[in-house]
């Protein structure tokens, strides 16, 4: 479904992503783990069409993808929830829905969507004309989560779904994830929670200065000695 | 002052506030979206009564398809002034566009003098707005009328496009954040330029009814109506609109009853405008509705 080949991205005068190749297919889900600043983000942010200093090849349903603009790209299908949540906080919820169905026309189906999205976060409909900034920090990534749902997306791309999330929720948005992903979109995941990631993934990858260091079955690479060693260390157990 | 000439200066303030305002819409929307002070803002003012001078010196045409036109097109070359002199910007740091806007002031006034010639041109105005009525004891022109209203509703117009409206949405968007936007399938240039495009429209609406009310035009005539445009969106908070229209008209208001109530003074309304852009800086720099910008990292 989406085919990274030898990506190399330049960011900053920086090497930041060197001769990364991967693979997501479709209904699975995939997760990429890696300490902090290993270049995660950037390879996201480089499929979505945001860095643009990026050679090697991206392909998205078969077509390639490297060069086109960010807004092109979701209309293909592959829909980004960037790292921090980044709802907009002057609009209301309803309004911040709004903009992940913004270039669909289908009225009908963007109503749907928006009744699934509530199902999934029955929180968010109590909040629906609430300003986005005055929601906990819980409610603002189920908002983002739902933000980039509502574009319908083929392949949804979940950077850092848990970061600051008391471990109760983080449980919560990985059982949602797996939701998700059951009824018919996949998942590229980006985590510094590699156990709780590679717990709900079929697929990982594991990032190390910019390298894929290890890849495998979640299962494996969670009982993986290196893994263990390198990632999960006190984690282990804890959430 | 007898409450005729206060009732005059009251409808005088509202006339020239509400041209303040139409300007000031100019300059906060671009501000709120690129953080950007748009300088040649001041000159589509101008071009705006150019175009219609021109339009209506070669076609013809009925006033009100005159004026249309003229707003159109003056709004296409606000599009094209993005196009040209900012979006290749966009990536550069932010002070690179400031001067290229500083730039494409100067090119524009320089050009108006080379093309349409340094002289004054008498503006064509069409006999109902000079038209002129006493309603009670107060002496009215049409036009002291017309350009409320008529500025009003474009204001109604903008703040339905802005609030109501997907395009709107995206506006809000973007003046936020525009990656996440751009994450959204927001199209962000398009919506700038549609951004653009709106401002100078109005722009060309406020140079157009400005040359009605002191008919001649010159290819600086954008100057101080523009710098006191942008005083007014200050005064309301620069990047909101309500906070550009109330700006607007309290400033037009203010320098009005500055000359109403101290006639000696009069010779100072232009200084009087620069004092309260520096007391407002001084005392309450984000304006009256203005909130903090957070700079993004």
Redesign the interface.
């Given at each position: 479904m989406l085919q990274l080949t030898d990506v190399n991205v330049h960011y900053g005068g920086i090497h930041a992503v060197k001769g990364v190749t991967m693979h997501v297919s479709p209904g699975s889900i995939v997760t990429l783990i890696g300490a902090n600043g290993a270049g995660k983000s950037t390879i996201l942010r480089a499929v979505?069409?945001?860095v643009r200093q990026c050679t090697g090849s991206i392909a998205f349903l078969g077509r390639p993808i490297l060069g086109l603009?960010?807004?092109d790209i979701?209309?293909r299908g592959l829909?980004?929830?960037?790292e921090g949540r980044?709802i907009?906080?002057?609009?209301t919820v309803k309004?911040n829905l709004?903009?992940?169905s913004?270039?669909r026309t289908d009225r009908a189906g963007v109503a749907d969507d928006e009744e699934r999205v509530f199902r999934l976060f029955p929180r968010l409909k109590e909040r629906i004309s609430q300003p986005g900034g005055t929601l906990s920090g819980g409610e603002q990534q189920m908002l983002a989560v739902a933000?980039a749902l509502m574009?319908r997306p083929k392949l949804l791309m979940l950077d850092e779904p848990s970061l600051g999330l008391a471990p109760v929720l983080t449980q919560e948005i990985f059982e949602i994830i797996t939701t998700i992903r059951n009824e018919g979109t996949t998942i590229l995941l980006i985590e510094q929670n590699a156990f709780g990631a590679l717990s709900i993934a079929d697929y990982g990858y594991v990032l190390e200065n910019g390298r894929i260091a290890l890849e495998g079955p979640g299962k494996e690479l969670l009982g993986s000695q290196a893994v263990q060693g390198a990632y999960l260390g006190a984690r282990v157990g804890v959430v | 002052m007898t409450w005729a000439v206060f009732a005059q200066n009251i409808v005088n303030g509202i006339s020239l506030g509400s041209l303040y305002a139409l300007v000031a819409i100019g300059y906060t929307m671009v501000y709120g979206i690129l953080r950007l002070i748009n300088f040649a803002h001041s000159d589509v003012f101008m071009l705006g009564a150019y175009m219609l001078f021109y339009i209506d010196f070669m076609f013809r045409l009925p006033w009100w398809l005159t004026f249309v036109l003229a707003a159109v097109l003056t709004g296409v070359l606000g599009i094209t002034i993005e196009r040209v002199a900012y979006r290749p910007l966009r990536q550069a740091p932010r002070i690179s566009s400031l001067i290229s806007a500083i730039g494409i002031s100067f090119f524009i006034q320089n050009l108006g003098l080379v093309v349409f010639g340094g002289r004054p041109k008498p503006f064509p105005v069409p006999q109902f707005f000079s038209q002129s009525y006493m309603v009670g004891s107060v002496y009215m022109a049409n036009i002291s009328w017309v350009v409320p209203v008529f500025s009003g509703l474009l204001m109604l117009g903008l703040t339905m496009l802005v609030y109501r409206t997907?395009v709107g949405?995206?506006m809000?968007?973007i003046s936020?954040?525009m990656?996440?936007?751009?994450?959204?399938?927001?199209?962000?240039d398009g919506i700038i330029a549609i951004t653009f495009g709106v401002g100078s429209a109005l722009a060309a609406a406020g140079g157009i009814m400005w040359a009605l009310k002191y008919p001649q035009i010159n290819p600086l005539m954008g100057t101080v109506p523009g710098i006191k445009a942008f005083i007014a969106a200050v005064l309301g908070g620069i990047g909101s609109i309500p906070g550009a229209m109330i700006g607007g008209m309290l400033l037009g208001m203010l320098e009005i009853m500055l000359v109403a109530l101290m006639p000696t003074l009069s010779g100072f309304r232009d200084a009087f405008a620069y004092l309260v852009l520096i007391v407002i800086l001084l005392a309450r720099p984000t304006g009256l509705l203005g909130r903090e910008f957070r700079e993004k990292v």
């Amino acid at each position: 479904m989406l085919q990274l080949t030898d990506v190399n991205v330049h960011y900053g005068g920086i090497h930041a992503v060197k001769g990364v190749t991967m693979h997501v297919s479709p209904g699975s889900i995939v997760t990429l783990i890696g300490a902090n600043g290993a270049g995660k983000s950037t390879i996201l942010r480089a499929v979505s069409g945001l860095v643009r200093q990026c050679t090697g090849s991206i392909a998205f349903l078969g077509r390639p993808i490297l060069g086109l603009r960010p807004h092109d790209i979701v209309k293909r299908g592959l829909t980004m929830s960037p790292e921090g949540r980044r709802i907009f906080p002057n609009l209301t919820v309803k309004e911040n829905l709004a903009l992940g169905s913004y270039s669909r026309t289908d009225r009908a189906g963007v109503a749907d969507d928006e009744e699934r999205v509530f199902r999934l976060f029955p929180r968010l409909k109590e909040r629906i004309s609430q300003p986005g900034g005055t929601l906990s920090g819980g409610e603002q990534q189920m908002l983002a989560v739902a933000r980039a749902l509502m574009s319908r997306p083929k392949l949804l791309m979940l950077d850092e779904p848990s970061l600051g999330l008391a471990p109760v929720l983080t449980q919560e948005i990985f059982e949602i994830i797996t939701t998700i992903r059951n009824e018919g979109t996949t998942i590229l995941l980006i985590e510094q929670n590699a156990f709780g990631a590679l717990s709900i993934a079929d697929y990982g990858y594991v990032l190390e200065n910019g390298r894929i260091a290890l890849e495998g079955p979640g299962k494996e690479l969670l009982g993986s000695q290196a893994v263990q060693g390198a990632y999960l260390g006190a984690r282990v157990g804890v959430v | 002052m007898t409450w005729a000439v206060f009732a005059q200066n009251i409808v005088n303030g509202i006339s020239l506030g509400s041209l303040y305002a139409l300007v000031a819409i100019g300059y906060t929307m671009v501000y709120g979206i690129l953080r950007l002070i748009n300088f040649a803002h001041s000159d589509v003012f101008m071009l705006g009564a150019y175009m219609l001078f021109y339009i209506d010196f070669m076609f013809r045409l009925p006033w009100w398809l005159t004026f249309v036109l003229a707003a159109v097109l003056t709004g296409v070359l606000g599009i094209t002034i993005e196009r040209v002199a900012y979006r290749p910007l966009r990536q550069a740091p932010r002070i690179s566009s400031l001067i290229s806007a500083i730039g494409i002031s100067f090119f524009i006034q320089n050009l108006g003098l080379v093309v349409f010639g340094g002289r004054p041109k008498p503006f064509p105005v069409p006999q109902f707005f000079s038209q002129s009525y006493m309603v009670g004891s107060v002496y009215m022109a049409n036009i002291s009328w017309v350009v409320p209203v008529f500025s009003g509703l474009l204001m109604l117009g903008l703040t339905m496009l802005v609030y109501r409206t997907k395009v709107g949405l995206a506006m809000r968007a973007i003046s936020h954040d525009m990656d996440t936007s751009s994450l959204m399938s927001v199209n962000v240039d398009g919506i700038i330029a549609i951004t653009f495009g709106v401002g100078s429209a109005l722009a060309a609406a406020g140079g157009i009814m400005w040359a009605l009310k002191y008919p001649q035009i010159n290819p600086l005539m954008g100057t101080v109506p523009g710098i006191k445009a942008f005083i007014a969106a200050v005064l309301g908070g620069i990047g909101s609109i309500p906070g550009a229209m109330i700006g607007g008209m309290l400033l037009g208001m203010l320098e009005i009853m500055l000359v109403a109530l101290m006639p000696t003074l009069s010779g100072f309304r232009d200084a009087f405008a620069y004092l309260v852009l520096i007391v407002i800086l001084l005392a309450r720099p984000t304006g009256l509705l203005g909130r903090e910008f957070r700079e993004k990292v």
